[in-house]
């Protein structure tokens, strides 16, 4: 399965990192949702593109957006990093990396790196952006540029 602007996203339930569920049913109809898919917590490309996200999350927060980072990281290694980090946003834990199938999300490096791919999806749960890119500097601009656009701000 592979998701392309214009689908909708599945329905999934994941553990956050302060170990509660989240349910994306629960937010698609209310906010635009910013979703990375990010390779691991605590390495220099992942904990800059969250730090991105993080220096931009007042931004996000402004045009009504939530911003959620997704990983196969376990939710205590979620925990950790968010709080080393004063990561201000939600971080859900997919060990078993169903979600990122669902997502359609390949690896990089012959399959053996999770690969970095972000989605900006709108209220009614429709893909607005899908960006893939190796280079976490990116993510969090065109993230944030794809917002602005779907809110009109």
Known sequence: ????????IPSFSLTDHQGNIFKSNQVVGKKVLVIYFYPKNFTPGCTKEACSFRDSYEQFQKLGAELIGISSDSVESHQKFSDKYNLPYTF????????????????????L??????????????????????????HMQKALETVKSITNE
């Open 92 to 111: 859900l834990s997919d060990p078993t990396e169903d979600i990122r199938k669902k997502f359609g999300v390949k690896g990089h490096l012959l399959g």
């Open 113 to 138: 790196i999770p690969g970095r791919e972000t989605f900006v999806v709108d209220k009614n749960g429709i893909i607005q952006c899908k960006f893939n890119s190796l280079s976490s500097a990116q």
């Open 1 to 8: 399965m592979k998701l392309n602007v214009g689908d909708q």
